[in-house]
């Protein structure tokens, strides 16, 4: 059965120190993965998706995920954190039996300290 | 374009009584999911709609709840009767088929609180 893994339940960085978030997943075919943020209050937005081709993918706020395959992973990064980041942070995978049923881990929650 | 509308917001209600979320979706989308987020649990998804025909509802936690769709631009999730277990943040999702790719876009959530 499909799943997704963050091992990182919270996580606090400096402000202007880079971040790495960790996603692993579990999927018998080639996934779509996705990152989502959601702000206390507030829905999720997505940060980045990756469908096929470059495993390198930009989003939005100056994130990027990079997916490997050989490592079942689609970690999200960003080279230099702002206070406006802390959030709570949701790894996706596209689901068996319909692309468009999204199976999501557990979070991460992002502290940022001045 | 407005995103995807949620009503109420916050709702709060005694056990028993009967609760229905509302969800525009947005213009154009021909997908809507609802999903359920808990601290436990984490977010579910509850059921999705494929040009307003519900296709999974096996995320359905039981028979107190029931979704419908009569149109492109609404759909209600409701519970009857309501548990203190239901406490929740409900979130409504829309994306449309474009190729082999979709993206959901989430409504802001309705936090139902059952006393």
């Known amino acids: 059965a499909q799943s997704v893994t963050q091992p990182d339940i919270h996580i606090t960085v400096s402000e202007g120190a880079s971040l790495e978030l960790r996603c692993n997943y579990s999927y018998g075919a080639t996934p779509y993965l996705f990152w989502y943020v959601q702000s206390p209050g507030q829905g999720l937005q997505l940060l980045l998706k990756y469908f096929s081709g470059d495993t390198l993918v930009q989003g939005i706020k100056g994130f990027e995920a990079e997916f490997k395959r050989s490592q079942s992973s689609f970690n999200l990064r960003k080279p230099s954190v702002h206070w406006s980041d802390a959030a709570e942070y949701f790894c996706a995978v596209g689901a068996q039996g319909g692309y468009n049923k999204l199976i999501f881990g557990a979070g991460t929650r992002l502290a940022v300290h001045p | 374009d407005a995103g995807v509308i949620q009503s109420p917001r916050h709702e709060v209600t005694e056990m028993g009584q009967e609760v229905t979320l509302r969800c525009k979706p947005i213009?154009?989308?021909?997908?809507l999911f609802w999903y359920r987020q808990t601290m436990m649990r984490g977010l579910e998804l509850l059921i999705y709609f494929n040009n307003n025909v519900p296709i999974d509802d096996s995320g359905m936690p039981e028979d107190r709840f029931s979704a419908k769709m009569p149109n492109a631009s609404f759909s209600t999730l409701k519970i009857q009767p309501s548990e203190p277990r239901d406490s929740a943040v409900y979130f409504c999702?829309?994306?449309?088929?474009?190729?082999?790719?979709?993206?959901?876009?989430f409504g802001p959530g309705t936090r139902l609180t059952v006393l």
């Open positions: 999702a829309s994306s449309f088929l474009s190729g082999d790719t979709d993206t959901q876009y």
């Open positions: 213009s154009g989308h021909d997908y």
